[in-house]
């Protein structure tokens, strides 16, 4: 278990654009989706699927058919519902679950004010969406509640990780593997990482 950085061209191009203070929140939204629905590809590498028997019109075929309803994705409110669009374009039929986490501008410490899952969490794949790993308390605290409520198999998709939260998360949730689009620099004294894309929530909803 480790962490999976995507290392690619189109994502540094991305990265680049979501990164510019000057990108406006309609492009910011765009890219939030497409960085997701490539972390999800990466994220299901290693995904189940059941042989079944097509006709195509040239003739029969064993081909994979993927469950998605073994899926469950959850992103930690708000900013992780701006990944989520990018998660179900590609796996429409995944259950959805909410996690409602803020993060104290003064302690840093999240702060939990909603909890909304699908039921069986012990029998799906749990996805959990954040688009910013700071200090990993939110991570943590999300991953902890799942596995509380029964999920096993879990993974962590964000698009930016800072080193000290993929660190603290690896300490308390080693089995969760963690999926990113970029490891940045360090956090800074406000806990912001750094270089960052500044507050995900704010620029994914226009709020500041
Ligand atoms: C942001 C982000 C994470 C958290 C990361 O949420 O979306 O949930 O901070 O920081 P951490 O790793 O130090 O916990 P925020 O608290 O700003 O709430 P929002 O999504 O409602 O904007
Ligand atoms: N949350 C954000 O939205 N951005 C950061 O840099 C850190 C936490």
Same mark, same amino acid.
Not at 81 to 100: E, F, S, Y
Not at 141 to 153: C, I, N, R
Not at 184 to 208: M, Q, S, W
């Given at each position: 278990?480790?962490?999976?950085?995507?290392?690619?061209?189109?994502?540094? $191009?991305?990265?680049?654009?979501?990164?510019?203070?000057?990108?406006?929140?309609? /492009?910011?939204?765009?890219?939030?989706?497409?960085?997701?629905?490539?972390?999800?590809?990466?994220?299901?590498?290693?995904?189940?699927?059941?042989?079944?028997?097509?006709?195509?019109?040239?003739?029969?075929?064993?081909? $994979?058919?993927?469950?998605?309803?073994?899926?469950?994705?959850?992103?930690?409110?708000?900013?992780?519902?701006?990944?989520? !669009?990018?998660?179900?374009?590609?796996?429409?039929?995944?259950?959805?679950? $909410?996690?409602?986490?803020?993060?104290? /501008?003064?302690?840093?410490?999240?702060?939990?004010?909603?909890?909304?899952?699908?039921? +069986?969490?012990?029998?799906?794949?749990?996805?959990?969406? +954040?688009?910013?790993?700071?200090?990993?308390?939110?991570?943590?605290?999300?991953?902890?509640?799942?596995?509380?409520?029964?999920?096993?198999?879990?993974?962590?998709?964000?698009?930016?990780?800072?080193?000290?939260?993929?660190?603290?998360?690896?300490?308390? $949730?080693?089995?969760?593997?963690?999926?990113?689009?970029?490891? +940045?620099?360090?956090?800074? /004294?406000?806990?912001?990482?750094?270089?960052?894309?500044?507050?995900?929530? !704010?620029?994914?909803?226009?709020?500041?």
């Amino acid at each position: 278990m480790g962490v999976i950085e995507l290392n690619h061209p189109l994502v540094s $191009h991305k990265l680049t654009i979501l990164r510019d203070k000057n990108t406006g929140t309609k /492009e910011f939204r765009e890219i939030i989706g497409e960085l997701s629905t490539l972390l999800c590809y990466e994220a299901l590498k290693d995904a189940k699927t059941d042989e079944i028997q097509i006709e195509t019109p040239i003739c029969t075929m064993k081909a $994979h058919k993927l469950n998605e309803d073994n899926y469950a994705f959850v992103p930690i409110l708000r900013a992780g519902t701006g990944m989520l !669009d990018g998660l179900i374009r590609i796996m429409p039929n995944a259950k959805i679950g $909410h996690i409602g986490m803020y993060r104290n /501008e003064e302690t840093l410490k999240p702060v939990k004010y909603y909890y909304k899952t699908p039921k +069986d969490l012990a029998n799906r794949e749990v996805i959990v969406l +954040d688009p910013m790993l700071a200090t990993g308390g939110s991570g943590i605290d999300a991953l902890t509640m799942l596995k509380e409520d029964g999920a096993t198999k879990l993974k962590f998709l964000c698009i930016i990780a800072a080193p000290e939260g993929i660190k603290k998360m690896q300490e308390i $949730h080693p089995d969760v593997p963690i999926y990113c689009a970029a490891i +940045d620099e360090h956090l800074n /004294e406000n806990g912001y990482i750094v270089p960052g894309l500044g507050d995900a929530g !704010d620029r994914i909803f226009g709020t500041k």
